[in-house]
């Protein structure tokens, strides 16, 4: 018998992989209505920790999105391993600082994890 609790996740997995698909749908605009202050679909392209997304977010997202969160590749243990991965997955060593805030979505990045 197969495990529920795989499914279900299996299941919140597929939905966000359908989000980040390149089609227009009328579900996906108020999952990027939530997400917009925190990069919209770029978020899916790093890691994050799901306590940092927004608490606004309704519960089927939050838990889809805890889902996703634990989906993160290994971290780097050195500067050759931050060197050795694409743009794409450096940008997973970003958070997001003061989502609250006015500012512009790129000047609240910090980069504070990456030392050289």
Known sequence: MPHIK?????????????????????????????LKDYGGKFLFYCNFRAPDLPDHLPSFYKDCLNVWSKLAAKPAESRDDVLKKSCGTINSYASIVNPSSTEDFSQRVSFSSLTF
């Not at 997995?13 to 209505?33: G, Q, T, V």
Request: net charge neutral; glycine share 0%.
């Open 6 to 34: 795989i499914l279900i996740d299996t299941q919140r997995i597929i939905c966000l992989k359908k989000y980040i698909e390149e089609y227009d749908s009328p579900w996906k605009h108020f999952l990027s209505f939530f």
